[in-house]
């Protein structure tokens, strides 16, 4: 699964250290994952399911300073933590849980319907990653958790794979929204999609406006390039400005439809239904571990976003996500 870095102006955890949490979120999905399908070939009934580590139930007054004091408990053991070496960080991460929490109200027939209950409850962690820290947290818009598109990015693509979804930056004071990026350890992908009606045709050349053709009819759009050539500048001008050497690649995707355009000719991978399934399964399987240029490029582009957030210490109440029990 990917790690969803930026969701447009939401506060993220990656934000505080990129280099730390995606090992983290790695180490934490696979412990869980594994402690939940052992429990399952027991015979357990996971409805019932449990995480050992109980949650310490807080007296209401002081539920509006508990933040403040668990922020100073987490220096006291950041501090500790330099003490320690790499197999006690990896017990650490276990012991945690991170708010990663699978509340299953049924039990699951198979073991691929229980890998899917589980990816589904991962899918709204990883939501709520990238939209909060321990201090603050941003209100996030139901529709993404009912997003096909970004489901189909977070849960199938690899975990070293950093996604920006329609990230919002901070260019010269005013606040500026991109497309998808997708940043690989082998090239940053800019990425535009073009999803209308299925099976619907696209064509168009260099002009400011393109043609759709759904039947008989024919309605004019403005061109997807200009959005996909302007966040391919501001992503190449900000690792530029930093000095990283990076690829920067332009991708042009239609799961549902049909483009009709010389791609190769605009420095474009133009990738419709006839080939997507293929171009997608190759993402799937590169083999690359993460890179340092690659964390060097996500940060890059961390560092100039805009972030939209509240104060946990007096902000409302924890918002219930969308679909939490499965």
Same mark, same amino acid.
């Given at each position: 699964?990917?790690?969803?870095?930026?969701?447009?102006?939401?506060?993220?955890?990656?934000?505080?250290?990129?280099?730390?949490?995606?090992?983290?979120?790695?180490?934490? =999905?696979?412990?869980?994952? @594994?402690?939940?399908?052992?429990?399952? &070939?027991?015979?357990?009934?996971?409805?019932?399911?449990?995480?050992?580590?109980?949650?310490?139930?807080?007296?209401? &007054?002081? =539920?509006?300073?508990?933040?403040?004091?668990?922020?100073?408990?987490?220096?006291?053991?950041?501090?500790?933590?330099?003490?320690?070496?790499?197999?006690?960080?990896? =017990?650490?991460?276990?012991?945690?849980?991170?708010?990663?929490?699978?509340?299953?109200?049924?039990?699951?027939?198979?073991? @691929?319907?229980?890998?899917?209950?589980?990816?589904?409850?991962?899918?709204?962690?990883?939501?709520?990653?990238?939209?909060?820290?321990?201090?603050?947290?941003?209100?996030?818009?139901?529709?993404?958790?009912?997003?096909?598109?970004?489901?189909?990015?977070?849960?199938?693509?690899?975990?070293?794979?950093?996604?920006?979804?329609?990230?919002?930056?901070?260019?010269?004071?005013?606040?500026?929204?991109?497309?998808?990026?997708?940043?690989?350890?082998?090239?940053?992908?800019?990425?535009?999609?073009?999803?209308?009606?299925?099976?619907?045709?696209?064509?168009?050349?260099?002009?400011?406006?393109?043609?759709?053709?759904?039947?008989?009819?024919?309605?004019?759009?403005?061109?997807?390039?200009?959005?996909?050539?302007?966040? &391919?500048?501001?992503?190449?001008?900000?690792?530029?400005?930093?000095?990283?050497?990076?690829?920067?690649?332009?991708?042009?995707?239609?799961?549902?439809?049909?483009?009709?355009?010389?791609?190769?000719?605009?420095?474009?991978?133009?990738?419709?239904?006839?080939?997507?399934?293929?171009?997608?399964?190759?993402?799937?399987?590169?083999?690359?571990?993460?890179?340092?240029?690659?964390?060097?490029?996500?940060?890059?582009?961390?560092?100039?976003?805009?972030?939209?957030?509240?104060?946990?210490?007096?902000?409302?109440?924890?918002?219930?996500?969308?679909g939490n029990n499965l």
């Open positions: 699964m990917a790690q969803l870095v930026k969701l447009l102006d939401y506060v993220s955890r990656y934000e505080q250290d990129l280099t730390r949490y995606p090992s983290q979120y790695i180490r934490l =999905k696979r412990y869980q994952w @594994e402690r939940m399908k052992t429990q399952w &070939e027991s015979g357990a009934d996971l409805s019932e399911w449990q995480q050992d580590i109980k949650e310490v139930v807080e007296p209401e &007054e002081n =539920k509006w300073f508990s933040p403040l004091l668990r922020v100073f408990g987490q220096r006291k053991d950041v501090e500790a933590e330099q003490y320690h070496d790499n197999s006690e960080d990896e =017990k650490g991460d276990k012991e945690e849980n991170f708010g990663f929490s699978p509340n299953l109200i049924h039990n699951p027939s198979s073991l @691929e319907h229980l890998r899917r209950l589980y990816l589904d409850q991962l899918f709204h962690f990883q939501i709520k990653w990238a939209s909060s820290t321990l201090m603050d947290k941003s209100r996030v818009e139901s529709r993404f958790f009912r997003d096909p598109l970004l489901r189909s990015f977070a849960q199938n693509l690899p975990d070293n794979y950093l996604l920006f979804y329609y990230p919002i930056l901070l260019l010269k004071k005013a606040p500026v929204e991109l497309d998808i990026i997708i940043v690989t350890p082998v090239e940053c992908m800019c990425i535009t999609v073009l999803e209308k009606e299925d099976v619907a045709a696209f064509s168009g050349s260099g002009d400011r406006f393109w043609l759709k053709k759904l039947g008989e009819k024919e309605t004019k759009f403005l061109s997807p390039l200009i959005a996909l050539n302007r966040t &391919e500048k501001i992503v190449s001008s900000i690792l530029k400005a930093q000095g990283i050497d990076f690829p920067v690649r332009k991708y042009l995707i239609s799961r549902n439809g049909y483009i009709d355009h010389p791609g190769s000719a605009f420095d474009v991978d133009i990738i419709d239904r006839r080939s997507y399934e293929d171009w997608f399964s190759a993402l799937q399987k590169l083999p690359v571990p993460m890179k340092s240029t690659q964390f060097k490029a996500g940060q890059a582009i961390l560092d100039v976003g805009q972030t939209t957030s509240i104060s946990r210490l007096f902000g409302d109440e924890e918002q219930p996500e969308d």
